[in-house]
């Protein structure tokens, strides 16, 4: 009876709540099935994702597969479906004027994003090296490397202002907030975006008031699958995605 009302009550914002092996990815399929079938949802009008590519591609193949057994013909490989970084950056590709960046821009993964900072060491690390240690904490410089790079992701996934870090009476923070802004600044001269910023971009689209409606308007329905995974910016993209039509899905 749980799983019929995940399936059938779809208007509105619903939290699932299952542990493994309690049918939570076949509930979703089926409800995303049933929002085509009745009519509520065309295929592009919905939001699937999922906190693994291997995890979204599962969910699209199952729709497919029922969809045939129900003889159902419709364009299911329309569905927007995917890791919410995947499907960030294929709206910034479709927007990409609206953004500081080309088409063709090279994504970093977390290798080539230390290497990519290795590079610009100079510029984004070495500048703050207080007492032989950098940032006065790391003595190693794949090590401050590393330690930097997380606090970068973190600044971006959790929409700090650089400037209020740079404005601060702690050296820490204003130091770091000081190389985060030059290594956003090389990221979008050299063309690249790190998985965070990737969302960033995407987040900043949607508050673009010349684009924004044009984006949101194309969701009628937002369902996430792995929602404990969400970070801050992802929990807030998700929700400005709903916000017109207020029917989000969780799980």
Same mark, same amino acid.
């Given at each position: ?25 076949? /509930? =979703?399929?089926?409800?995303? =099935?049933?929002?085509?079938? /009745? ?7 919905? !939001? ?6 291997? /995890? ?12 045939? $057994? ?8 329309? =569905? ?28 970093? &993964? #977390? ?11 100079? $510029? ?6 207080? &007492? ?16 930097? @790079? ?10 700090? +202002? ?6 601060? &009476? ?14 956003? #600044? ?7 975006? &790190? ?10 689209? =949607?508050?673009? @008031? ?7 308007? *194309? !969701?009628?329905?937002?369902? %996430? +699958?792995?929602?404990?995974? *969400? ?5 807030? %993209? ?14």
């Amino acid at each position: 009876k749980s799983q019929q009302r995940v399936i059938f009550e779809t208007d509105g914002p619903t939290l699932v709540i299952a542990g493994p092996g309690t049918g939570k990815t076949f /509930s =979703l399929v089926l409800r995303t =099935l049933y929002l085509v079938l /009745s009519g509520k949802a065309k295929p592009s009008e919905i !939001v699937l994702t999922s906190f693994t590519e291997k /995890s979204a591609f599962e969910i699209r193949d199952r729709i497919s597969q029922y969809a045939k $057994k129900l003889g159902v013909k419709s364009n299911f490989h329309e =569905l927007i479906t995917g890791t919410i970084h995947s499907i960030c950056d294929s709206f910034n590709q479709k927007y990409i004027k609206y953004t500081q960046f080309n088409k063709n821009y090279t994504i970093l &993964d #977390d290798l080539t994003g230390g290497l990519f900072i290795n590079e610009l060491f100079k $510029k984004i690390i070495e500048p703050f090296a207080v &007492d032989e240690k950098y940032f006065g904490r790391w003595g190693s410089k794949w090590g401050a490397i590393s330690k930097v @790079k997380n606090y970068f992701n973190k600044i971006t996934e959790e929409l700090i +202002d650089a400037e209020e870090l740079i404005q601060s &009476d702690d050296d820490f923070l204003r130091m770091i907030g000081e190389s985060y802004k030059i290594y956003t #600044d090389c990221l979008i001269e050299k063309n690249c975006l &790190d998985f965070s910023f990737q969302q960033k971009i995407f987040y900043d689209l =949607l508050h673009n @008031k010349s684009i924004s409606n044009k984006i949101i308007s *194309t !969701v009628k329905y937002l369902l %996430i +699958d792995e929602y404990q995974d *969400t970070n801050f910016i992802q929990v807030q %993209i998700a929700l400005t995605l709903a916000k017109p039509h207020n029917n989000i899905c969780v799980v």
